[in-house]
Structure formats: C-alpha cells, structure tokens
C-alpha cells in the first residue's frame, strides 16, 4: 500500500510545495490575462484579509471555514472545547489567531484529514496536550517519517469513528486510498458540512493536482463518494472561488 521508496515530505526541505505566492491564485502581471470579473472570492479583497492573510467564516452552527485563500482548514466550536481540522503552515499561528477571533474555549481536538506536510504541517500550534485523532496509515505514514510538526495522532481508528465533543457528532469515514492512503472523510450531520481534502477543488473543473494522487480509481470513486453525503457545505482544502 505504502511503499518504503515513498518519498518523505517535510516542512523545511520542501517549501516551494505549499510555498505558493500571491495566496494560490494566479499571478495578475503584464504577461497574465486579466483575471475575469469575479474570479476572486468575495472575503479576497476585505481590510482583514489583506492586513492579516486569512479570513474566517461559521458555515453553520459553530463549525467554521478558515482560509489562507491557497489553503482551506477547519474548526468547530463545541460546549467543551474547540475540534480544529488540519493546520496548513500557510495559516501557522493564523489558524489559532482565527479560533481566537470567535471563542476563547481551548482546543482540545485535532483532526488531520491526511498526512501531507501543507495541510498538516503547522499542527504543533496547537500544543501537546491536544488529542489528535487520525485514520492508522496516517498515523503509520508519520511514525516512518517523524516531523516535530506533525505530532503523531493519538486517537485512530480503521473504517468508521463518530467523534462526540460537547454536543457536536463529527462522523470519520475511510474509503479507501483516493488522494492518498489515509485520507479520510469528515462529515458533520448537525451542521450539514462535509471536509474531503485534496479530491475536488470548488472553483476548478477538478483537483488541480490530480495527478498528484496515488490511486486514481479511488481519486474518481471519491468523488462519487462525496455525493453520497447530504451536505450544504463542502470544505475541500482548497478552492478557487
Ligand atoms: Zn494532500
């Protein structure tokens, strides 16, 4: 499933990977087409977004959407404490300043969508004393690659996990490898919301890297498998519009 010449991905050794200028959009230059009308998100062009590089937003009872605009990540607040979904190192020390911005509850729960440096790569925000829960190959894939800032999950599970935290359900499915062995779907039934990393793209015809997953068959099959789910809101770890 994960073969040992799989290439490690690190934070430091690897910054052009998530190290995207201009906030993942296309560059505007002389040499570039003027972006067409609308082609930027409403929240782009807002006083918080160019003076602080993130924007946050509640979806729907208190599960909220934060953006670096390259990177999509999430939290929900609950009675007990906050459940944050991934860290990408474009947020860093923005994911805590936006969980900040809305509640002064700790968080208590990390979730890591999948194991890949840019969307998990600034986790250690958020301390150790965090339970951090996350599908068994991702917890095998970072045992063999240790990065101090990925701290291996403390809490996993094979198929099916129904994480409860102050009155909020937050049901994780595995599938099967699609974008990467591990990679799993987060679904929250109250809120109506579904987080499926690195699969499809809102904005864009597909993932713009779907040549970066490692089962294609299972890359396609999510897709159907994201339609399977009733959701109003989708977090797909990065999006376009
Ligand atoms: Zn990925």
């Given at each position: ?17 998530y ?61 007990e ?29 990390v ?69 990467c ?57 990065h999006?376009?519009?």
């Amino acid at each position: 499933m994960c073969q040992s010449s799989q290439i490690p991905i690190s934070v430091e050794e690897t910054p052009s990977f998530y190290g995207i200028d201009h906030y993942g959009f296309p560059r505007a230059g002389a040499d570039d087409p003027l972006d067409p009308a609308g082609y930027y998100p409403p929240y782009f062009q807002s006083e918080h977004f160019q003076k602080y590089g993130y924007h946050v937003e509640e979806l729907r009872g208190g599960f909220y959407w934060v953006t670096s605009a390259g990177y999509d990540a999430a939290f929900v607040v609950t009675e007990e404490g906050v459940v944050a979904i991934d860290a990408p190192p474009t947020l860093g020390e923005n994911m805590l300043a936006a969980i900040e911005d809305v509640t002064d509850r700790p968080v208590t729960h990390v979730i890591y969508s999948h194991w890949h440096a840019d969307h998990i790569g600034a986790a250690s925000v958020f301390g150790p004393d965090v339970e951090i829960v996350a599908h068994r190959i991702t917890k095998e894939l970072l045992e063999r690659f240790p990065d101090p800032k990925r701290p291996l999950p403390t809490r996993t599970f094979d198929d099916e996990l129904v994480l409860e935290v102050g009155g909020v359900s937050l049901h994780l499915s595995y599938k099967g490898e699609n974008h990467c062995p591990g990679n799993i779907f987060i679904y929250a039934p109250q809120q109506k919301v579904l987080t499926a990393v690195d699969i499809v793209s809102p904005g864009s015809v597909t993932f713009m890297h779907c040549d970066a997953s490692q089962n294609i068959t299972g890359w396609y099959e999510a897709q159907s498998q994201i339609l399977e789910y009733d959701f109003d809101y989708f977090v797909g770890g990065h999006h376009m519009h």
